[in-house]
């Protein structure tokens, strides 16, 4: 399978950003606005990945600018964004794989140990382990995936 | 009627047989559909002041009235955000958003229906059966949110409650809880915060009420009356952060 790697940040972390980023009127300079922030490099730009993996913005030559999708994001009440996130998620190849092995489990339900073993083939350990952390926030957040901390099972959340 | 009165709250703490003047005559009002921010150097008594509001905590002389009823003890249309979150790590997002109600007395159909509500409120649907170990810190304190919510109060006071998050999640936050204030269809008529960033509280409230550092006084209640949503980089903006700067420092 070729993986993405997902960055390793909170919905939340992206989504201040963007309400920054409108705040600056759309588009703003990376520097400035870690500038303001006290952010180190490091620290924003795993964020601006996820948004841009999101298609909510795009970065170019220094800059970073809200998309049109981005801008909608931003107008929508918290249970449209997370119709949007959700339709997002399902074209990002490593959740389209999972959604699929959840498919294919019966009552949509496998255990998290299995995407570790599956992303681990590709991965450190480590890093197959956070990846499944951030699908399984990320899908939480967006309403498409569940978690049992009981079970430890992910399934697909189906409303 | 203001919905809150502080009429000359001091209080003094007792310490190896000294006493200590926390805060000293403190007076202000809260009106309706105000949101009200409390800004001061650390130490000054205003999360102090915050618990003697949501009836934690008794002031040692002068008068908390709540809608021209003395604070007497916890009072059901005042509810608490903490900056430490405060939840339960061996309970559910659930469990923890129904413990308000639970201590209310509230029965269990009607905990779980206010408490899915409100989970739903804060964009915490998904995450119902989750513990907070979990949780990033954002998620936390969306918890932390909807368990004041449940409650439905009129006034909701806010400790620090973005203070320990990073500050990108603190921003999205400070969104959502402007939105839900604003949200017609929820019960909460007015919010007090502390704060110690005077840029957020330029950014959250239509007046802050300045403290001066211990024995905490108020030193000056300036009105802000920006439009909403603010703009950091406005220059009017960026002039009243500085004038509130100016009294604190």
């Known amino acids: 399978m070729d993986l993405i790697l997902l960055p390793d940040v909170s919905l939340s972390e992206v989504m201040g950003f963007l309400e920054l980023l409108e705040d600056a009127g759309g588009r703003e300079d990376v520097f400035r606005i870690s500038e303001s922030l006290n952010l180190e490099l490091d620290d924003i730009l795993p964020v601006i990945e996820a948004g841009e993996l999101l298609a909510l913005l795009e970065a170019e030559e220094g800059d970073v600018a809200l998309t049109a999708l981005g801008r909608g994001f931003l107008d929508a009440d918290v249970n449209q ?25 019966r009552n949509g339900r496998a255990p998290r140990r299995l995407f570790i073993d599956e992303f681990a083939e590709r991965l450190p350990d480590e890093e197959a382990a956070r990846l499944v952390h951030t699908v399984v926030d990320w899908g939480r957040y967006a309403e498409i995936i569940g978690y049992s901390p009981e079970t430890e099972e992910v399934y697909l959340d189906q409303g | 009627m203001a919905l809150l009165e502080l009429k000359d709250v001091t209080k003094v703490y007792a310490e190896e047989g000294r006493s200590i003047t926390v805060l000293d005559r403190v007076s202000f009002d809260v009106e309706e559909e105000r949101f009200v921010c409390l800004v001061g150097p650390s130490g000054c008594g205003k999360s102090t002041l915050l618990r003697m509001i949501a009836g934690l905590d008794q002031p040692t002389s002068g008068r908390i009235l709540y809608e021209g009823r003395p604070v007497a003890g916890v009072d059901p249309h005042i509810a608490v955000v903490f900056q430490s979150f405060a939840l339960f790590p061996w309970l559910t997002v659930t469990q923890n958003v129904e413990l308000g ?51 439905e109060p009129r006034l909701l006071c806010m400790d620090e409650p973005f203070s320990a998050l990073d500050a990108l999640t603190a921003q999205n936050l400070r969104e959502e809880v402007l939105s839900l204030w604003e949200d017609p269809n929820l019960k909460v008529s007015s919010i007090i915060m502390v704060t110690h960033g005077i840029e957020e509280a330029v950014f959250m409230a239509d007046r802050i009420v ?9 030193i000056s209640t300036v009105p802000v009356d920006l439009p909403r949503p603010r703009n950091r980089k406005d220059e009017a903006f960026l002039r009243l952060t500085d004038q509130v700067y100016s009294l604190i420092v």
């Open chain 1, 81 to 105: 964004r997370k119709k949007i996130l959700a339709r997002q998620l399902a074209g990002i190849k490593v959740f389209a794989r999972v959604l699929a092995t959840l498919r294919e489990h």
């Open chain 2, 210 to 218: 300045a403290f001066s550092a211990r024995p905490g006084r108020v």
């Open chain 2, 101 to 151: 109600l639970e201590s209310r007395g509230v029965d269990p159909t009607t905990r779980r229906r206010f408490a899915d509500k409100y989970i739903d409120q804060v964009g915490l649907d998904g995450f119902e059966e989750a513990y907070p170990r979990e949780l990033s810190g954002g998620m936390k304190q969306r918890v932390g949110i909807a368990r004041a919510l449940a409650v």
